[in-house]
C-alpha cells in the first residue's frame, strides 16, 4: 500500500509534547489582541504628540483667547472690570501692581 502513513503512538505524544495542533487557545488570543490594541494606541498616542495639530489656540489649550489675540495685561484687566468681572478695589490694586510692574523691568 502506497499511500498508507502509519502514525505511531510516540509520534502522537512528540507532537503533543511540542504543542502542534492545539492552537493558541482562548487567552493567548485575548492576550494577543491586547498587546496589538497597545501598541497601536501607543503609536497613534506619538503621532498626535509628534505633529500637534495647528487649529488649537491657547484658549483650548486652557489659555486666555485675549491674550492669544495679542490684547495687553491692561486691556484684559480693563475687559474684566467692564463686564463686571472684577470690583473696583481688586481693580485698583490689579492696575497698581501691572504699573509698578512695568517702571520696575
Known amino acids: 500500500m502506497m499511500g498508507d502513513v502509519h502514525i505511531t503512538e510516540t509520534h502522537k505524544e512528540v507532537v503533543n509534547m511540542m504543542g502542534y495542533g492545539f492552537g493558541m487557545g482562548a487567552g493567548g488570543w485575548i492576550a494577543m489582541a491586547v498587546f496589538w490594541i497597545g501598541v497601536i494606541a501607543l503609536v497613534v498616542w506619538l503621532v498626535v504628540r509628534a505633529f500637534p495639530s495647528g487649529r488649537r489656540d491657547d484658549a483650548a489649550a486652557g489659555g486666555d483667547s485675549a491674550v492669544a489675540q495679542g490684547e495687553t495685561p491692561e486691556q ?5 472690570f467692564a463686564s463686571g468681572e472684577i ?3 481688586t ?3 490689579i492696575r497698581a501692581t501691572l504699573r509698578a510692574n512695568r517702571n520696575g523691568k
Open 76 to 80: 484684559l484687566l480693563d475687559r474684566r
Open 87 to 89: 470690583d473696583v478695589a
Open 91 to 93: 481693580y485698583e490694586s
